[in-house]
């Protein structure tokens, strides 16, 4: 089955750096990479997400690279501000046995200090 | 906007104890989930479903077992309470994409 490793476990930046959170998958066939920002307290929520068919995709302060020769994907926040703070996850996801589901890497740490 | 409610927020049982979580979803998606959440481990599946009555075995199920009897709920049974079971859990539902998730109950067995 699929297993994704996500690098680093805790990030600390000071206000306004760019961080870069790093994801790796093992199943070729998996086609839909979302990351979800966790604030301390609450639910996952999606942030962005990336398909197979796109190398790069662009939300503001925030951008995600795919390169599937390498099976790896990245997550870019520049201009980092303190509310950027949260546990970001990784996840991959494919058609494994027919049925979707979401697998997720153990989550990056991100303090962003003022 | 989707609503994924989860039973309890906090639960406390005690070792052997028979342990329901309910979650129940207001979207009509096919799709529910239910993960647990640990330090350092990120979120790990334990079970799912993608019709009612359907049930598919997660990276870890050992322990667990579920219910889909109704296409809005599923519950994520623990057959018989161990310490390690101690976590946050959280339910999921999606279609297709973007999952959305309950607020999560954290239980503790003691």
């Known amino acids: 089955g699929e297993n994704v490793e996500q690098h680093p476990s805790t990030l600390s930046v000071q206000e306004g750096d760019s961080a870069v959170i790093k994801c790796t998958y093992s199943?070729?066939?998996?086609?839909?990479f979302p990351w979800y920002k966790q604030e301390l307290g609450k639910r996952p929520q999606l942030i962005i997400d990336?398909?197979?068919?796109?190398g790069e995709k662009k939300d503001q302060r925030i951008a995600v690279t795919l390169n599937k020769t390498a099976k790896h994907f990245s997550l870019h926040i520049t201009e980092t501000q303190p509310e950027d703070s949260a546990v970001y996850f990784c996840?991959?996801?494919?058609?494994?046995?027919?049925?979707?589901?979401?697998?997720f890497g153990a989550g990056t740490r991100l303090a962003v200090h003022p | 906007d989707v609503k994924v409610t989860q039973s309890s927020r906090y639960l406390v049982k005690r070792t052997g104890e028979k342990v329901f979580l309910e979650c129940v979803q207001d979207?009509?998606?096919?799709?529910m989930f239910w993960y647990r959440q640990d330090p350092g481990l990120g979120l790990r599946l334990i079970y799912f479903?993608?019709?009612?009555?359907?049930?598919e075995k997660g990276d870890i199920p050992e322990g667990y077992s579920v219910s889909r009897e109704k296409k809005e709920r599923f519950s994520l049974i623990l057959e018989s309470a161990s310490t390690n079971q101690t976590s946050m859990y959280l339910c999921?539902?999606?279609?297709?994409?973007?999952?959305?998730f309950g607020q999560g109950t954290r239980l503790t067995v003691v």
């Open positions: 979207m009509d998606h096919e799709n």
């Open positions: 999921a539902t999606g279609l297709n994409t973007e999952a959305f």
């Open positions: 199943d070729s066939a998996s086609n839909y």
């Open positions: 996840a991959a996801r494919g058609p494994s046995g027919g049925y979707n589901k979401l697998i």
């Open positions: 990336i398909r197979s068919n796109v």
């Open positions: 479903s993608y019709d009612v009555k359907m049930k």
